[in-house]
């Protein structure tokens, strides 16, 4: 027999309106889908746990994410452009944005079944051989400040990579400009790229 958390209705509870169907939408199809699963708390949203790491989801300010621990073995057919953002079906911002219960069932009964089997998690190798190349402007802006230059040095590699991508993937001068302003700030607090979300 599964477990609900109470930790979890609170997170419901305190949702945005708009996120409240979509995850208490969720948290049904993936009881019913998987009457053992239980409910927890990690990384401060809730974890559907069978057998292990099974599935979770999230609520932001304007949208809500749901995935799959091993999703490259359960969603690998889905478009990429349903894939973008966290999570593997985009950022939802209506229930009407998942797929289908039946097809939501079948993705969540094979990521129950690759738990039964023991399947592991796809884990990337790590990116030892590829050197990261800092920009000019990132650079020269890292030596006028020494508390951001100390803190990037001990960045790792994967953030580093986010904030010269950041950078490097402005159309404009004007947005890149911004960005570099803005990322030395974060930088100096020590902040990767996407801090705003790792407590959400």
Known sequence: MGSKDQRVDAYIADAPD??????????RVVHAACPTVEET????FPQFIYKGM???????KHHCSFG???????VRSLPASEQAGMGQFGKLTSVRD???AKAMTQYIKAAAALNDVGIKRIVRPKATSKRIVVPADLKAALQENTRAAA???AFSPSHKREYIEWLTEAKRAET?????????????EGKSRHWKYQNC
């Open 18 to 27: 708009f996120a409240r169907p979509i995850l208490s939408h969720l948290r």
């Open 176 to 188: 890149r400009q911004r960005r570099l302003v803005t990322a030395i700030t974060w930088i100096a």
């Open 98 to 100: 998942l797929p289908p």
């Open 151 to 153: 803190a990037f040095d």
């Open 54 to 60: 099974f599935c979770n989801m999230a609520a932001f």
């Open 41 to 44: 708390i990690k990384w401060s």
């Open 68 to 74: 799959f621990w091993k999703h490259r073995f359960v």
